[in-house]
Structure formats: structure tokens, C-alpha cells
């Protein structure tokens, strides 16, 4: 991984709340981990986002293969 340097101003006052939380981090450490959770929120957010979709058509409805519900239900007792 390569790494970059950066140089910026935040708020102070988070800054200092993130600091308390992690006193063995440094601020590095906090950035990547604020990065890292923020990529990963907005993939998650990408993810669910995909699954909107499948809300438009009800487990419970039939198509040429049948129903996803029917399909579960047999599985299950299997």
C-alpha cells in the first residue's frame, strides 16, 4: 500500500474526541481508519442499494420457474 501525505485542517473538536477514543493511535491511524469506514459505508450503501430491486417483485410471486417462496419452502424441507 502506498501511502500519501496529507495536510489539512479538520475541527478541532472532533479531532480531540477521536484522539480520546483512540490515545494509542496516532493521527494517521485515525485518518485511515475514518477513510476505511467511510469507503466502506458508501460500498455498503452501493450494496443495499442493489437489493432495492428485488422489493419490486414479492417472494410470493410466480414467474415461468415458479415461486422463489415455493422453491425456499421445498428446500427447506429437504
Known amino acids: 500500500m ?4 496529507v495536510s489539512t485542517t479538520v475541527d478541532g473538536d472532533l479531532l480531540a474526541e477521536a484522539r480520546r477514543l483512540r490515545s494509542s493511535a496516532n493521527d494517521a491511524t485515525l485518518l485511515d ?26 417472494i410470493d410471486d410466480s414467474d415461468e420457474w415458479g415461486s422463489l417462496a415455493a422453491f425456499r419452502a421445498g428446500v427447506a424441507g429437504s
Open 2 to 5: 502506498s501511502r500519501v501525505r
Open 33 to 58: 481508519e475514518a477513510l476505511g469506514a467511510l469507503v466502506a459505508r458508501n460500498r455498503a450503501s452501493e450494496i443495499d442499494a442493489a437489493y432495492v430491486a428485488y422489493d419490486e417483485f414479492p
